[in-house]
């Protein structure tokens, strides 16, 4: 019988992807502060608040196996926070059209007295020249305000683009589901 499994989000996105590998698990909300550090390159962030995430969760929650996962996107070296609102969300993709973002996504799974195992995605993203009246109809459409870059890539979002170059097609949702299913089985839960 497998330990407990638990989400360390509430993002339902991530949910989803972990539904797909259909193994019972429960969401627990981390405590974690998302405060980037002084400095702090987006791939380190990343690494950083996906560990916190899951050994957070974990310390409360010692039985289980924990999923932590966090993404953080790059333009020119710098992360780009989820906008919040529809003009900040209009002004990440202004900036973003015609170029290349970086989306680095971490996953960390933890359990309390194991070591924390741990697996990097870097999705590159090459957004098509986009028109002002473009990008406002498509933030009206889908309202990707929790959303980092600005997009839903599993929704209309696809239609902002030029390319996706990544080895995991899940990694850009939020959960890269190939490393998640070799980590699951690296920790003994059994999956076809």
Known sequence: MNPPLI?????????????????PFTCERPDVDETPGRGEAPDALAIRLAQAKAEEVAAR?????VVGSDQVAALDGRPLGKPGG?????????????RSVVFHTVLALARSGESTLQAQD??????????????????????????A???KCE???IVLFEAIRSDDPTALV?????ATARLLRAAGYALP
């Not at 002002?132 to 959303?147: L, N």
């Not at 939020?174 to 190939?178: A, E, M, Q, V, Y």
């Open 7 to 23: 989400l360390g989000s509430t993002s339902v996105y991530r949910r989803g992807l972990l539904e797909r590998l259909r193994l």
């Open 174 to 178: 939020g959960l890269p589901l190939i």
């Open 122 to 147: 870097r999705t590159e993203v090459v957004f098509r020249t986009l028109q002002f009246d473009e990008i406002a109809r498509y933030v009206d459409a889908e309202q990707p305000f929790d959303c």
């Open 86 to 98: 529809r003009d900040a969300a209009i002004a990440q993709l202004m900036a973003m059209s015609g």
């Open 155 to 157: 929704g209309l979002g």
């Open 61 to 65: 929650m010692p039985s289980a196996w």
């Open 149 to 151: 870059g600005s997009f």
